[in-house]
């Protein structure tokens, strides 16, 4: 079946420094790769969708130069979280999904980022 | 305003009965997905809409594009059914993103 693969699951990190977190997709091809965040009392918010051989596109409020994305091949997908502050804390979710085929989007367990 | 508006935002069921969770949203939508949290933070998968209707075991859900709502129906709620409940709508305009609901607390009591 096909699964997503996301870790860390949780990362603690100092105010001003970066984190970085990894999503793999198994069972299936990931042409399109979403990342989320939840912060805290608010619900899932996109900050980027990734398709293959397209240009990522960022949500209003999210950057790339804050959140850079790597969408490397069919299989992973990666988020930086830049010069992160306590307004970054949260879960961060990556969705992916076939666009040939399944219209679902799987997600991973996510990455609870604790900023100090 | 908020594209998708998700109610309520917590119930309460006894085991053994039933209930409606409901989201409605402000333009058409292409498709929706349910989504369940587990206790470890994960979204697990319940459904995928894109029109009509769909059932597993106890669950049931409905979409219906035009009127523009998605219904998630529980019937026999059990103990493991708490969890907190998200819709996701699928703006085809958009680039294929998910929108969610704010999201609904479930929880079931003895």
């Known amino acids: 079946g096909a699964l997503v693969y996301q870790y860390p699951r949780r990362t603690i990190c100092k105010s001003g420094t970066s984190m970085r977190m990894e999503c793999q997709a198994v069972?299936?091809?990931?042409?399109?790769v979403a990342w989320y965040r939840q912060s805290p009392q608010k619900t899932f918010e996109l900050i980027a969708l990734?398709?293959?051989?397209?240009?990522?596109?960022?949500e209003q409020n999210f950057t790339q130069e804050k959140f850079p994305i790597s969408h490397p091949n069919l299989s992973f997908s990666s988020m930086t979280v830049l010069n992160a502050y306590l307004e970054d804390r949260g879960l961060y979710l990556c969705?992916?999904?076939?666009?040939?085929?399944?219209?679902?989007?799987?997600f991973g367990s996510g990455t609870r980022l604790t900023v100090l | 305003g908020d594209q998708v508006e998700q109610s309520p935002s917590a119930l309460s069921l006894h085991e053994g009965t039933g209930s409606a969770l409901r989201c409605n949203f402000t333009t058409t939508m292409r498709a929706v997905q349910w989504f369940r949290k587990n206790s470890r933070g994960s979204l697990i998968n319940l459904f995928y809409l894109a029109s009509g209707t769909k059932e597993n075991g106890r669950l049931k859900s409905a979409f219906d594009s035009k009127e523009r709502y998605s219904t998630l129906h529980i019937r026999d709620a059990q103990l493991e059914d708490s969890g907190t409940y998200f819709c996701a709508a699928e703006d085809g305009s958009s680039g294929n993103k998910l929108i969610f609901g704010i999201g609904t607390l479930l929880s079931v009591k003895p």
């Open positions: 990734s398709t293959v051989n397209s240009a990522i596109k960022y």
């Open positions: 969705g992916a999904r076939d666009l040939g085929a399944a219209e679902t989007l799987y």
């Open positions: 069972g299936f091809q990931a042409t399109s």
